[in-house]
C-alpha cells in the first residue's frame, strides 16, 4: 500500500510540469510542405497517418498522463512535423525499449518519437533521426547520502536504471570492473519506465536513478526538495551522446524526419520547442541521421 501511495504521489508530480516548462513559449504553426510530404514512403501518404510509439514517461519529452493524452517536447517536435507532412501522427504509449524496437522492425509501429540514445548495436537494426545530444547522470536523495559522485563512485551501491537503455549496460560493465577491482559488485535495479525508476530512489530501495540528465533534471524539479543531481560534468561512461527518433532500417522515412527537423530549425521552431521545455543545453546544431556511428550532419 505504501508503495501505490508513493507511486501515485510519483505520477502526481509528473503531472505538475508548470514549474519545468517555460509557458511563455510560442510554438509557430507550421504551412504544409508538398515537397517534404513526397519524400515519405508511398504507404504512408496512401494512408495518411502514421503511428508514433513512446517508451511511457520520458519528461520533460514525453509524459503519458493516460492513454489518450501525451505531452511533451517530442510530441510538439511531432505535431510541428505533423502539420509539414500534411500527416496524421498518432501516439501510442508502450513499455520497454526491446518491445518498442521489435514492434519498428516488425511495422507495427511507424516509428518511436524518441529520443533514444543511438548506439552502434541498435544502428544495425534500426536507423536514428538525432535531434538532440545528452548526458548521462544520478539522481539521488538530497545531501548525496552515500556520496556518489560519479559512475566510479558505484561500487557496492543499489543503482536503478531503465531496462534495456544504454544505462543498464555500462552500470554492469561498472559493476564488472568493481568486482575485478575486489569491490563489491552494484546491484543493478532494472526497471521499464522512468516513474518506477525514481520510486526507487525516493523509497530507499535504491541510492541513485542512473539516467539521462535532461528526465533527471525534470524529476529533480518537481521533487520538493527531496532529489538532486549529481556526477553532471563527467563522462560517466558514455562518450558524445547522440539521440533522436526511430525508424526501420533502410526506410526512406529517415530522410523525410530530417528534412522536416532542418525545416524546424531554419524557421525558429525547432529552439521555441526546446526553450520552452528548457532543453536548449540539449540542442544539437542540425539534426543528423545515425550520428552515434558517423557523427555526420
Not at 530522410?255 to 521545455?277: P, R
Amino acid at each position: 500500500m505504501k508503495k501505490n501511495h508513493l507511486l501515485a504521489s510519483v505520477i502526481c508530480s509528473l503531472l505538475s510540469v508548470s514549474s519545468f516548462v517555460n509557458a511563455d513559449s510560442d510554438i509557430p504553426v507550421q504551412t504544409f510542405n508538398p515537397k517534404l510530404q513526397a519524400m515519405l514512403p508511398q504507404d504512408i501518404r496512401d494512408a495518411g497517418t502514421m503511428t508514433a510509439v513512446v517508451n511511457g514517461s520520458f519528461p520533460p519529452y514525453t509524459i503519458v498522463e493516460n492513454s489518450n493524452n501525451i505531452k511533451g517536447a517530442a510530441i510538439d517536435f511531432d505535431n510541428a512535423i505533423s502539420q509539414l507532412l500534411g500527416i496524421k501522427i498518432e501516439h501510442k504509449s508502450v513499455s520497454g525499449l526491446s518491445a518498442i524496437l521489435m514492434g519498428i522492425k516488425s511495422g507495427r509501429y511507424t516509428y518511436d518519437s524518441g529520443p533514444v540514445g543511438d548506439f552502434a548495436s541498435r544502428e544495425e537494426s534500426v536507423d536514428f533521426v538525432d535531434y538532440v545530444q545528452e548526458y548521462v547522470v544520478f539522481a539521488v536523495k538530497s545531501g548525496n547520502p552515500q556520496k556518489i559522485e560519479g559512475l566510479d563512485s558505484t561500487c557496492g551501491k543499489r543503482i536503478s536504471v531503465m531496462a534495456g537503455g544504454s544505462a543498464e549496460r555500462v552500470i554492469r560493465g561498472q559493476s564488472a570492473k568493481c568486482v575485478e577491482q575486489g569491490e563489491p559488485a552494484i546491484n543493478v535495479l532494472s526497471y521499464t519506465d522512468q516513474p518506477t525508476s525514481i520510486l526507487a530512489v525516493k523509497s530507499d530501495r535504491a541510492d541513485a536513478f542512473f539516467s539521462s540528465q535532461a528526465p533527471l533534471s525534470y524529476f529533480v524539479s518537481v521533487s520538493n526538495g527531496e532529489l538532486e543531481l549529481t556526477g553532471t560534468g563527467k563522462s560517466n561512461g558514455f562518450g558524445d551522446l547522440y539521440q533522436g527518433a526511430v525508424v526501420p532500417k533502410g526506410s526512406p522515412l529517415a530522410q523525410a524526419i530530417k528534412a522536416s527537423y532542418e525545416e524546424l530549425h531554419k524557421n525558429g521552431t525547432y529552439d521555441a520547442i526546446l526553450n520552452k521545455w528548457n532543453l536548449a543545453g540539449n540542442r544539437l546544431a542540425q539534426p543528423g541521421i545515425n550520428l552515434g556511428t558517423t557523427k555526420t550532419k
